[in-house]
């Protein structure tokens, strides 16, 4: 039986789910005591373009983040943090705390330094792309513990460029 | 009648374009850069050309070579690119190919902002108070002075006509330099040119267009208008007609005004009359626009007339095929722009392969959209992956029409604001009308989910882990493996 | 008005009756077999329940009892499966449901088509010519006496109404028997019933349709005719509105014969009174079809009316939102069934997965189906993957959009009819809208292609050759390595 | 150079293509002396989903067989052949001769036999699939030189039931 950990909108979920039964029809999980029927894809799919799942007799669109850093259903982004319990060290396996290029283009200004304290939103980096300047928020409070770029520097989509921990 | 058409324009609007003139019998010459080659405007075109040189859809010499190459007798620029140049239309003309839009006298007379605004006031209607002086970079000593006369909130906006971007809004007095430094900067970029206008700013106000036909017989008539206030960055998100403000008699008086300042301009083909209203319904006009507007198939499932035909019929010499009396303007529709701009972070755009697409469809709903299965997107243009509009018998018919129609749109692959749309269309302000010009610029509340919503998404989350993990290492894509993998190697202990 | 509607049926017209409840606000739940749990209206509904039993769609005691258990309050049973079996109404009465369709006194009179037939033409109207009486297994002597008396071409069909399936056509006398077989077999399977009845076959008709709405309060309008005489073994492949053989005035009297006859059998919900019309115009009662047939959204194109709206409010008890002066014909639509059916290939229906779906869109155009990119289809079921639907000012307009429409169709990964349709509409008897019933028994040319248009395939299946060639054979999907490389070993010598 | 004999519709070329040169761009072709520029998605994509070419400025929406016995585009089903040329031997690649099961069912009844001389479009056996009978044609005329099955017999989707040579 795995044990994962699911928090997401504000909610905790411990999810027991028997990882010998098939996993591409029928699933049948606990949450909290109560037994509940999925039904998902069949598998070959990548789990990023899953595009639907059914729990408990509702269907769910989903598109979910291939690092399961959230998940989109029910109209609107849900971000997620899923911790496998029984792992050596529970810590999340999703739930990214690195701040990486959205767009390739050239970077205009870094606002901070190493081992700032930083507010969620507090705006880290200029990225000049598509012919627009764009301010890279930082997405949680914390402290910057990465700085991977400095002003002038090209750099690619997804490239990490800070992280906040 | 034309036998072939070239577009100069490319996604959504290009794809639009070429389906009235299959729907005509018309060929259609498509153009495309390298890194669009699989656009579906190319795929949907009877022949396309690749354009080669960096300037890519404004290069009028290379686009009006390949039309002759190509034996096209007509151009369409869609909007943006080559659609308000009036230099493109001269050389057009000297090609004997004949522009599918306004013809060059009312470009010209549309060029320069001051200069209508000037003509229409004194013709006796309401404008938009705005400096009669414009600013080039060196200017800001005048400029400043010139707004605190006339009062905050002010626009600075770029004197030529253009896609109403470049502006610029300076809410008070400290705010003034800075938008006027972006202004400039941008304007420089889009339209290669730097001067800039003040416009007082009406705040909270409607911004609603008149959309107008004409030909070269006199023949003049409007379908109706569309309301375009919500908007973000300018750019318009979510358009509606008929407005949602709009009484019938002011409806009605906007139309006649509309129809009087077409006649002033002696506008042709196919434009819009934008006026601003204010919150005591008195309404100002803004602008003209002299091309077809993104948000115009609103207005053709109100009137079922086609304005993509119409605008080809008028180039060819034709008359419009409809006379005021025969436009019935039904039911009300709804436009949503849907474009690979992340909402949840800072409206990045993306660009990238959309691995699924499912687009809504069925009763009422119409989706234009370059974009499918498998699409590679290039970073280099705006980045509107499609237009749902829905008709309804009325607006909340429309209304539960649109959100039934998002909510069954999936797009994977790439950030959308998909999800920012449903956020609007399921407010209760947006449900009840209740909408102006500021509204994107509050928070919109995310969607707060239900505790059993949130149960069937953990479980989902849970699985999915599960079965991740169960999936054999070779079938998990490379980009994947190192996604995952890494990024639980590198927390921190 | 309902707050839940169960739908008991399945694929495209499943997702067409959830759309309507979505844009009317009501909660679906939706039904499946296992293997299709992907479709769409699935994905679509509010809740899904999986039947387990193999009767499926036909199990009315499980569906009752899942109408029950989500709370329910209506069943819509779409065509097929249950829409027309009278001791499912009165089971979904007893259990206090509402059925979504024509009430059971309605049904009931519909059973027994010759006692129908009797009806009509006992009030006056025209029908077919039939055999009063019905045949069994072993009545072959008797049905053949009947048979040479009436004389030839005879359709042999089931005496219970249903879906137009198990008919079998005799042209001459020597063709009767086989015939009779085969109508008797399909009729037990379809129907669970081996009567059947001979009727006179006018050949080349028409057949034409009349869709009608009435409610509980004696309003009865109708939305004009269809015509589907496009048919291919009994299935009507292409339909359209108006009809293109009918002069307005024929037109208009087989309106009013249609409201009479509904009157006369006192229809209510939605229903279609259904004639075939000789060379000489004249028009023949054939049956009523009570339910929503599969080719409503030609009307709906052209009357704006929402057919599943008006069934759902008139079952809520309530009134039609419209009466016949406010229903404006206005252009014209075709409809095209486009199926997993190999035209190449004696038209087998094939499933399995739907590797790239491409639809078409933009104005004027509307798809429905339970397909996406990626579906698999399951084998049990009816073949059709989508119906293409397309609106124009007029026939023409029409004409050359559901070609454009077709033309901008992509299905990739099961065979489908699609190029059937392509050629049909595209063949100059259907531009001119000059086809009958017999249109489809005569071969249809295939495309011819032109030496630039070979030259242009052999190049891109040389370069695929090629391509496929150079690809690393680890990239290589299983199936096509086997499927290729076995199958050039297995060349003889 | 590969050359590569194509013919379809009635129509014959060979086709000259150097393989060194890129083939997920542009790729540029000798047809009779012709040079003809043709572009192409980019790899990745199975043949059979390729969807688009476009040969000498003309899109084609095109559906390929992925054994390239016939492409589904300008409206229609063209049947292909494609030979390589420069093979030890020139058989064509693609042009199946055998007869598939284009449904799972079970055979009723076999109305040739081995060795039979049969006509284009002569039935060779009876499917029952989906309530219906369904009747096998032979694809072209020619000698049954292969029978795989028997009344009664169960068959799976593409299972060869008969080769006409």
């Known amino acids: 039986m795995s044990k994962i950990g699911v928090t997401l909108g504000g909610y905790a979920f411990e999810v027991d789910i028997n990882p010998g039964q098939r996993m591409d029809s029928e699933v049948t999980v606990q949450v909290n005591n109560e037994s509940i029927r999925a039904v998902v894809p069949e598998t070959g799919t990548p789990i990023d373009q899953l595009g639907w799942i059914i729990v408990d007799g509702r269907p769910h669109e989903i598109v979910i983040d291939s690092e399961l850093s959230w998940i989109k259903a029910c109209g609107g982004l849900h971000v997620l943090e899923v911790r496998d319990l029984e792992a050596p060290v529970t810590r999340p396996v999703s739930l990214d705390s690195r701040i990486k290029a959205p767009i390739p283009g050239v970077i205009k200004a870094v606002l901070v330094k190493l081992g700032d304290s930083v507010e969620a939103g507090q705006p880290l980096l200029v990225l000049e792309a598509m012919k627009m300047e764009n301010e890279i928020h930082a997405t949680k409070p914390g402290i910057v513990s990465q700085l991977a770029v400095t002003a002038g520097q090209k750099v690619t989509l997804n490239e990490v460029l800070a992280e906040i921990t | ?493």
Chains 1, 4 share one sequence.
């Open chain 2, 1 to 493: 009648m034309f036998k072939k058409i070239l577009i100069a324009n490319r996604g959504e609007i290009a794809v639009r374009i070429i389906r009235t003139c299959r729907d005509m019998g018309i060929q259609t010459v498509a153009l495309y850069e390298e890194s669009d080659r699989g656009s579906l405007h190319v795929r949907l075109a009877d022949e396309c050309v690749q354009l080669q040189s960096s300037s890519g859809f404004f290069d009028q010499a290379t686009i009006l070579e390949i039309a002759q190459t190509t034996g096209a007798e007509a151009i369409h620029p869609g909007y943006g690119f080559l659609a308000e140049r009036p230099e493109f239309i001269q050389a057009c003309a000297a090609a004997s190919i004949t522009f599918i839009g306004p013809p060059i006298d009312v470009m010209l007379s549309q060029h320069d902002k001051i200069d209508v605004l000037q003509k229409i006031r004194a013709a006796g209607f309401d404008t938009m108070n705005y400096s009669l002086m414009s600013f080039g970079v060196a200017d800001f000593v005048e400029l400043r002075a010139e707004a605190d006369r006339m009062g905050y909130p002010l626009a600075i906006k770029s004197c030529i006509g253009g896609r109403g971007r470049g502006a610029h809004i300076a809410p008070r007095a400290e705010r003034l330099e800075r938008a006027f430094q972006r202004a400039q900067t941008e304007t420089k970029i889009i339209y290669g040119d730097q001067r800039v206008y003040l416009e007082r700013v009406i705040r909270p106000a409607h911004l609603i267009g008149v959309q107008v036909l004409a030909d070269d017989y006199g023949h003049l008539v409007h379908l109706g208008e569309r309301e375009g206030s919500l908007q973000r960055g300018n750019q318009k998100m979510i358009e509606e007609s008929p407005s949602p403000v709009l009484m019938q008699k002011q409806r009605e008086h906007m139309w006649q005004t509309a129809i009087e300042i077409a006649r002033l301009v002696n506008l042709r083909n196919a434009g819009t009359i934008e006026f601003f209203v204010d919150g005591s319904g008195q309404y100002y006009f803004s602008e003209i626009k002299p091309r077809i507007q993104m948000e115009h198939p609103v207005t053709e499932m109100v009137s079922s007339v086609d304005i993509v035909r119409e605008q080809i019929r008028v180039a060819a010499g034709e008359r419009l095929s409809i006379t005021q009396a025969d436009v019935q303007l039904r039911g009300h529709a709804i436009s949503c722009r849907i474009s690979a701009e992340d909402p949840w972070h800072h409206f990045m755009p993306g660009s990238g392969r959309l691995q699924r697409v499912r687009l809504p469809a069925g009763p009422g709903v119409r989706v234009d959209t370059h974009a499918y299965d498998g699409y590679q997107m290039p970073a280099q243009y705006d980045p509107i992956i499609a237009r749902v509009i829905v008709w309804g018998t009325d607006r909340d018919d429309c209304v539960r029409r649109i959100q039934r129609a998002l909510a069954e749109t999936s797009l994977i692959g790439l950030p959308t604001n998909l999800p920012m749309h449903q956020l609007i269309v399921n407010h209760p302000d947006f449900i009840a009308g209740n909408y102006a010009t500021d509204s994107l610029q509050r928070e919109i509340p995310a969607i707060v989910l239900t505790e059993r919503d949130a149960r069937d998404l953990a479980v989902a989350a849970a699985i999915i882990y599960v079965r991740r993990n169960l999936t054999r290492p070779s079938d998990i894509p490379a980009r994947l493996l190192s996604g995952w993998h890494q990024s639980s190697r590198r927390l921190p202990e």
